[in-house]
């Protein structure tokens, strides 16, 4: 058997869905899932592809799309890994309004999963590996402390508060809400998760991040946790804003 398949170099999956409405179909997997669109055929759209990944962490999955008028039997389940912050995708597929079928569950098998339910009601499963080992593409969850200059304490939460939007609009941080809390000396403590390492680095060469940090510099000095006096025993305790 392994003799016919390196024979013929056999791989790729990929899986042709029956959906009512191919534009509307196209549109659900990119917004979504992030999904682009590969190719279409006919006006109105009567069949599409849609494209995920570059290589860059895995294999790309393709997945095509075929309009029909005929009642559409669900094709079972289409199952896709997910390697990085799972419950974030989560909540990025709650707020776009995808029906989903199942939150995330850890599993006997090793993996967290949640379900959702595609154009065609057609079942994705997505799951990620518990034991997950850290790379390069998992989040960094970080805690920065900046303390306010004379005078620039009302800038500088100004700042704060536009800091981890701005980096989640440019994909470089997770969805997660960053919490922002004072000290008992003014300070600003930050609370976030970058997307990844290469987001860290990446956020070091762009020219907007570059600029937040320079207005950040104008306004603060960025301390360490353990010269905040709340940071001396066991349990920190800070002002959340």
Do not use: N
Request: glycine share 8%.
């Amino acid at each position: 058997m392994d003799e016919i398949a390196r024979r013929h170099q056999i791989h790729g999956v990929q899986p042709v869905l029956p959906v009512p409405d191919v534009a509307a179909a196209v549109d659900w997997f990119c917004r979504t899932l992030g999904f682009a669109l590969d190719f279409v055929l006919g006006e109105p759209p009567e069949y599409a592809r849609v494209k995920l990944g570059d290589r860059s962490f895995g294999d790309p999955i393709y997945i095509h799309l075929r309009a029909t008028a005929q009642p559409i039997e669900p094709c079972g389940q289409i199952r896709l890994h997910c390697g990085a912050d799972i419950d974030g995708l989560h909540r990025h597929v709650r707020s776009v309004g995808a029906e989903v079928l199942e939150p995330p569950t850890d599993r006997p098998w090793g993996l967290r999963e949640f379900s959702l339910l595609a154009p065609g009601r057609h079942e994705i499963v997505i799951g990620q590996a518990l034991d997950e080992p850290l790379t390069e593409a998992t989040p960094r969850a970080v805690i920065a402390a900046y303390k306010p200059r004379p005078g620039c304490e009302e800038a500088l939460l100004q700042l704060v508060r536009a800091h981890v939007p701005g980096l989640q609009r440019m994909g470089l941080a997770t969805d997660r809400a960053a919490l922002i809390m004072r000290a008992a000396d003014g300070t600003l403590v930050e609370a976030f998760e970058w997307a990844s390492a290469a987001a860290i680095d990446a956020a070091h060469r762009h020219p907007e991040v570059l600029a937040t940090w320079e207005r950040f510099e104008a306004v603060c000095e960025h301390v360490s946790l353990r010269q905040l006096a709340e940071a001396q025993g066991p349990f920190a305790e800070f002002q959340a804003l």
